[in-house]
């Protein structure tokens, strides 16, 4: 029984900054690869930015230099913090990860979303 719960999202002026939050909950024995994925409206899921459980980075090229992913393993959590937002950063934002737990031993979970509006 593993879920992903996402946080922080809101309405926010351009320029403005957000971190979002997800904690994977469970008996979970560890997590290989983390990442965000949004979807705005009309357009298709994309993937915002990954994470090795060991640091390693990747970004999509409209969001690098502003957005940061970072992770804590003991907190089975990920973090995306977003600075200098863009009225086309408009989306829902979707956590997912790459989940080792008993029942099944290997399985990919996807949050529920959490929307993020960028409008001044």
């Known amino acids: 029984q593993v879920q992903l719960v996402e946080s922080g999202g809101g309405l926010v002026q351009p320029g403005g900054s957000l971190r979002l939050s997800c904690a994977a909950s469970g008996i979970i024995y560890s997590i290989n690869a983390m990442g965000w994925y949004r979807q705005a409206p009309g357009k298709e899921r994309e993937l915002v930015a990954g994470?090795?459980?060991?640091?390693?980075?990747n970004y999509t090229e409209p969001v690098k230099g502003r957005f940061t992913i970072s992770r804590d393993n003991a907190k089975n959590t990920v973090y995306l913090q977003m600075n200098s937002l863009k009225p086309e950063d408009t989306a829902v934002y979707y956590c997912?990860?790459?989940?080792?737990?008993?029942?099944?031993?290997?399985?990919?979970?996807w949050g529920q979303g959490t929307q993020v509006t960028v409008s001044s």
């Open positions: 997912t990860a790459d989940v080792r737990a008993l029942l099944p031993p290997q399985k990919w979970y």
């Open positions: 994470i090795t459980r060991s640091g390693s980075t």
